[in-house]
């Protein structure tokens, strides 16, 4: 019998995919494509033990394959067939996608995995309209690094400082399943809130050149160890608006210090954060002057807007804001 169709395109996020006859994952973030594959197999696997796994590349499909392989099992078990490449497919898999595709066995879970494009586009809205589809975007800003971290920790039940949770997408840069290994690894391997002295524990190495180490040497007046960290920062995957970002929030915690000239006792609780970021933000501000401070907010805001957009090379916008910076943090 032939599984009931969906009348329009219904997105699943692939943390929420399970076992159905259609399966279709597009774009390029391999990450995802491997995790759907992993996660339907377990699901099945858990469920029918015997389930047959084919693996196949949609790119060497042979004309009349899938009608074989999607056929009754003598005994009855379960079939998975992962059907890769489908950004490569050849006209026979189009060709009998598309028939599949009106009538698919209800024992058989088809997952197709296309690596984006518009190859094979009829078939690609069949699926999508009839089956379960999800997205695999790319990672492409700082944005979605840290919304896909604070999703990992979600998943995982677990908390975890705004500190900590940047410091630990700008240790290990873009790649999913490296953030994804890294939120596994401080899930399993500790109880509680994670801590930015946590992450620093384990990937110290990795944090020592983030954007708010550079935001911390410039606003210290530390020009040539903020250019250098800058530079490796910049080589290693931090992207410039996390740069302008970072020096953003530290310029407004030094200014809020020296406009309410507040004791240090009662900085930490003024500013919500734990008493040794306080100690680090007052040190700070012992480099600064009202006037020079809200100069260097407008530096740092005009850099920010130039790292989104504005300026043809964000990478020079950041590093003139480094050095204006810190020249202002050592004219007092």
Do not use: C
Request: glycine share 8%; net charge neutral.
């Amino acid at each position: 019998m032939a599984a009931p169709r969906r009348t329009k395109t219904s997105e699943t996020s692939w943390r929420n995919v399970t076992v159905s006859p259609l399966i279709f994952v597009q774009g390029g973030e391999e990450y995802i494509h491997t995790a759907v594959t992993e996660s339907v197999k377990s699901q099945l696997k858990k469920d029918e033990p015997d389930t047959e796994i084919h693996q196949l590349s949609a790119a060497e499909y042979q004309a009349g394959e899938l009608q074989v392989l999607a056929s009754p099992s003598l005994f009855g078990e379960k079939k998975l067939l992962v059907f890769a490449h489908m950004h490569k497919m050849t006209d026979a898999f189009l060709t009998d996608g598309l028939v599949y595709v009106q009538d698919p066995n209800p024992d058989v879970t088809f997952l197709g995995l296309h690596g984006g494009g518009t190859r094979g586009k009829r078939l690609l809205d069949a699926l999508k309209k009839s089956g379960q589809f999800i997205e695999a975007k790319p990672i492409k800003s700082d944005r979605d690094r840290i919304e896909f971290l604070q999703a990992e920790f979600r998943s995982a039940r677990r908390k975890i400082d705004a500190e900590a949770l940047r410091s630990l997408a700008d240790a290990i840069g873009q790649d999913l399943g490296e953030l994804a290994a890294a939120a596994n690894q401080l899930t399993a391997d500790t109880d509680g809130t994670i801590t930015v002295e946590i992450v620093e524990k384990y990937y110290g190495g990795r944090v020592q050149a983030t954007a708010f180490r550079v935001a911390d040497a410039a606003l210290d007046g530390q020009l040539g160890s903020a250019i250098a960290l800058l530079r490796h920062a910049l080589a290693t995957g931090v992207q410039p608006v996390a740069i302008s970002a970072s020096f953003a929030l530290k310029a407004r915690q030094v200014a809020r210090i020296i406009d309410a000239k507040m004791p240090p006792g009662q900085v930490a609780s003024a500013l919500g954060m734990a008493p040794w970021q306080a100690q680090r933000v007052t040190a700070t501000a012992r480099h600064w002057t009202p006037v020079n401070i809200a100069g260097a907010i407008e530096l740092i805001a005009r850099a920010d807007a130039e790292a989104k957009g504005l300026a043809r090379d964000a990478d020079f916008a950041v590093e003139r804001m480094v050095t204006k910076v810190a020249g202002l943090a050592k004219r007092r």
